[in-house]
């Protein structure tokens, strides 16, 4: 898979966009149209974006601006009081927002849970979560990246919590009883099936799909 | 050496406190010292399901509120005088019993018995932690029930978190042609989601319940298919291999029955 030349981000507090400065502004343009329409409804009018390089051409800047505001959505040049604000940002937040993770669930900041998430307990990470275990019936896993599961999803999965739509759910063996990826919700069909391989769920064309993973 | 045993479920009514007093006569039967603690007060029955209401002087109660030594409130089994039970008062309610009380008073019994088996009450609140404080091992007891697996997995969790890492599951009243069907969760999914040791497998068995009503446990009664499951367990817990055993299914001519309205339909 090439690098994606344009990466929206959830974060706690907003979108973030992420732009490849080498990218020419056609590139770019067409590569958030794509972004935008791949998720319909998904960004509300009046979304702002914070841009996240810093190096982009000012000519850049605007050709995005514009785009945006073409559909009621903006862009977020300064949340903090000196600008410009993206470097400066960096430093302040914590780095798992930056890591380009193009699919690599590993390349996040990780909470490793060793052991079964059974009934009634909650684990909830601002970075991904990978278990060594089940996560039973009744259990919840709250993710601000992805959830690796090595063993049976039976509980509660909510990857992205906080709006990251890149992340993902992985399991041995994926039977939970609602998948959450950013503000998407599957359910399980009401009579479930037992799995015998290993699935992955991601956002695609706005909806969770599920497909077989090789692992 | 001796061992202390809760057992305990989470959902009320899977079959504690028969699991308790069947364990108990089982063991005694095979000549263990044993003695049964009732902690589910305020909602005792031990006592009945043993036959031993009309010889009940003392409870629990009066032993941690120091009006009377132990022994005094055991009270010994009509049969086999290697097993007591300390029932509990019908009166009071579970405040009147402390962790740290079940804990001294296991701590006294343990020098006597070679098994001491606490019924615990239903629930995770403090009835719950007040039964677990003293013991070495858990038996969780379940169903092959949607709710009741939700409850134990949430209960052995529990345990987990008061550092009780010894663990048994015991599954009960499990209906063998409805496990065939498909209509009840087979033992492997129970086991897959639990993920601890299981030492019994207990069918539904009507002479559990008449049996019981009698007030003499049903262990050892070769003609019930549960007693035979008891015995098992007793075995298992001293420490002998014993395989699960099949279940009596439905007969052919039911299975032809339904094979016939089957293709009915
Ligand atoms: N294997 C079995 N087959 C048929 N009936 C059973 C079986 N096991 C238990 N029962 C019946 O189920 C009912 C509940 O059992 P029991 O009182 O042992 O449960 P418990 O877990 O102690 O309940 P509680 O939570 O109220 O203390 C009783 O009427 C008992 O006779
Ligand atoms: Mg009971």
Redesign the interface.
């Known amino acids: 898979m090439s690098r994606d030349l344009v990466t929206i981000k959830g974060g706690k507090d907003g979108f973030r966009l992420l732009v490849d400065s080498s990218a020419s502004m056609e590139e770019i343009e067409a590569e958030i149209k794509k972004k935008l329409d791949e998720n319909p409804g998904f960004f509300p009018e009046g979304t702002k974006f914070e841009l996240e390089v810093a190096d982009l051409d000012r000519s850049v800047k605007k050709g995005i601006n514009q785009i945006l505001s073409q559909r009621g959505l903006g862009v977020e040049l300064s949340v903090k009081k000196d600008p410009p604000p993206a470097t400066d940002e960096q430093s302040q937040m914590p780095p798992q927002y930056f890591i380009q993770h193009d699919g690599n669930v590993e390349a996040q900041e990780m909470t490793v849970v060793e052991h079964?998430v059974?009934?009634?307990?909650e684990v909830t990470s601002q970075g991904s979560v990978l278990v060594m275990g089940?996560v039973?019936?009744?259990a919840q896993i709250i993710a601000g990246g992805s959830i690796d599961v090595r063993g049976?999803c039976?509980g509660m999965v909510h990857a992205g919590a906080w709006g990251d739509i890149s992340a993902v759910v992985i399991a041995d063996r994926l039977m939970p009883t609602q998948i959450r990826i950013a503000n998407m919700i599957a359910r399980s069909p009401d009579i479930m099936e037992k799995s015998d391989f290993a699935e992955r769920a991601y956002i695609k064309d706005g909806q969770i799909i599920i497909e077989p993973i090789e692992r | 050496m001796s061992e202390v045993i809760v057992v305990t479920s989470g959902k009320g009514g899977v079959g504690k406190s028969t699991t308790t007093a069947n364990l108990g006569v089982g063991l005694a039967m095979r000549g263990k010292k044993v003695v049964l603690i009732d902690t589910d007060t305020g909602l005792r029955n031990l006592d009945l399901l043993l036959g031993l209401e009309n010889r009940i002087m003392y409870d629990l109660i009066d032993v941690v509120e120091g009006r009377v030594e132990i022994k005094k409130a055991l009270v010994r089994h009509k049969k086999y005088e290697n097993l007591q039970l300390l029932p509990t008062s019908q009166v009071k309610d579970k405040s009147a019993v402390n962790p740290a009380d079940l804990m001294a008073l296991c701590d006294e019994l343990r020098k006597e018995y070679d098994f001491v088996i606490i019924d615990c009450p239903a629930g995770i609140e403090q009835g719950f932690q007040t039964a677990i404080a003293g013991a070495d091992t858990a038996i969780v007891v379940t169903m092959p029930e949607?709710s009741a697996?939700?409850?134990a997995?949430?209960i052995?969790?529990e345990l987990?978190r008061s550092e009780k890492d010894n663990i048994k599951l015991i599954i009960n009243r499990i209906r063998p042609a409805m496990v065939d069907s498909g209509e009840m969760m087979d033992m492997d999914d129970i086991n897959?989601?639990l993920?601890i040791k299981c030492i019994g497998q207990v069918p539904d068995d009507i002479k559990v319940v008449t049996s019981a009503n009698r007030g003499e446990p049903v262990v050892g009664d070769n003609d019930s298919q549960a007693g035979k499951a008891y015995e098992n367990i007793v075995g298992r817990l001293l420490g002998e291999d014993i395989p699960f055993m099949e279940f009596e299914k439905e007969g052919f001519f039911k299975k032809l029955m339904k094979a016939f309205k089957l293709s009915k339909d």
Do not use: L, Q, S
């Open positions: 079964t059974r009934g009634g307990e089940n039973n019936p009744g049976t039976r | 949607v697996v939700r409850d997995d949430k052995i969790g987990g897959d989601i993920a």
